[in-house]
């Protein structure tokens, strides 16, 4: 079996490809993959240096966007995982560019090239955020798309994409929606390793707004596998949410950061909230659970293991903080400490 991943390099990808790559996906052990990523800022081939002597592993830097690399690319490959992505949604309020040029037409090119090379399948890795915001209950897989940043609004243009191909041209593709990811080598831009790495220098950590958003927590281990079971047992044309059910408000989950960092409320600094900011996200996960799937990690005992990570891991993530200036709080932007009972 020829894998191709593409964003192989970031976060999720790279620990889908170790995972792959390391046997942890039973009858694909001796899967041959190929990693295409451009190396943007969130892209570290750290992250695939317990694979990079892999006999099965092959890499190549380059663009999703580009066509005529993917002519050579993409045919021999019988799957195509497309992890590559814009991922910040606090970018893609300062400039959506790169957003539309990744997310959507360079979904639409990725998708063009397998459908050309004869690809077997092609799995979309896509956001609970394209359902927009939901008050209560969850979303399932027919809620209407109703994105409101330029990030989730890429991400819902790439997955209408992929199902005109699938209606059109008759490609399997198959998309996935997950909920916010958590675990080690997550670029130090997203609210988890952005607040881990500020505790572990002593510096505060900014939270926006009210603090009373929800998102809903799963380990990426939990969403690699949730990937590669749509892929061996999805069906061609569909969508499936992959959620951890732990849903948290930024308040609890700031707390058990605190709590698991040693820190106080004297640490969390009140910062002006993020544009459209979504309330909250829930997904539906009976979908994919009626194929087998079951979130395996505890999300206490998860976190406090990322946490050790990071302790364990600075040669990793001070790189990308000094290069991304993502160390600190604005002087402009500190306002008032919160003091922890008030607000809960
Ligand atoms: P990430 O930003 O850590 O990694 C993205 C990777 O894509 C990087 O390696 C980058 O170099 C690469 N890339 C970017 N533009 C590219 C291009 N034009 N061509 C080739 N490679 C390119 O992101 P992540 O958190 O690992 O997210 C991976 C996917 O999962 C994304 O599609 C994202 O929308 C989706 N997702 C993420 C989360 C989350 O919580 N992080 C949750 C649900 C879904
Ligand atoms: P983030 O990790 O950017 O993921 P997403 O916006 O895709 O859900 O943010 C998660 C939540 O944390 C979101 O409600 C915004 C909030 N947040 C902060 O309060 N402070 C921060 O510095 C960041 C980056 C996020």
């Known amino acids: 079996m020829r894998v191709l991943v593409t964003g192989g390099a970031g976060f999720i990808g790279s620990h889908y490809v170790r995972s792959l ?25 750290a992250n695939l240096a317990p694979v990079a002597d892999h006999r099965g592993h092959t890499f190549v830097r380059g663009d999703i966007a580009d066509a005529r690399l993917l002519a050579e690319v993409v045919p021999g490959h019988d799957v195509v995982v497309n992890f590559a992505a814009e991922s910040h949604v606090d970018r893609s309020i300062a400039d959506a560019g790169d957003f539309v040029t990744t997310n959507v037409l ?21 956001t609970d955020e394209v359902y927009g915001s939901i008050a209560e209950g969850s979303w399932d897989e ?17 997955d209408l994409l992929c199902r005109a191909y699938a209606r059109t041209h008759g490609l399997d593709v198959r998309v996935t929606r997950c909920s916010n990811n958590y675990g080690p080598y997550q670029y130090p831009e997203k609210v988890v390793p952005l607040f881990v790495t500020n505790l572990i220098d ?31 047992k999805g069906s061609p044309g569909e969508v ?45 996960s009976g979908k ?57």
């Open 21 to 45: 790559l390391g046997g942890a996906y039973p009858g694909w052990e001796g899967a041959r993959v190929t990693v295409l990523d451009k190396l943007t800022y969130a892209g570290n081939l």
């Open 106 to 126: 360079g979904t639409q090119r990725l998708l063009q090239a397998a459908l050309e090379a004869g690809v077997r399948t092609f799995v979309q890795v896509s």
């Open 142 to 158: 027919d809620a209407p798309l109703l994105p409101n940043s330029p990030y989730s609004a890429a991400k819902a243009s790439g």
């Open 202 to 232: 002593g510096r505060p950590v900014p939270l926006y707004g009210d603090g009373r958003n929800v998102r809903e927590w799963l380990h990426v281990d939990d969403h690699c596998r949730g990937v590669q079971l749509v892929l061996e």
């Open 240 to 284: 499936y949410n992959i959620g951890g059910g732990v849903e948290l408000t930024n308040l609890e989950l700031t707390e058990r950061l605190l709590s698991i960092s040693g820190a106080g409320w004297d640490m969390v600094v009140r910062v002006p909230d993020r544009p459209g900011h979504d309330l909250r996200y829930s997904v539906d």
């Open 288 to 344: 994919i659970r009626s194929l087998g799937y079951e979130p395996r990690v505890d999300f206490g005992e998860g976190l406090a293991e990322v946490v050790q990570w990071y302790r364990d891991h600075q040669e990793w993530w001070r790189p990308a903080r000094r290069a991304a200036s993502v160390s600190s709080v604005p002087e402009s932007e500190q306002g008032e400490p919160w003091t922890h009972p008030t607000f809960r």
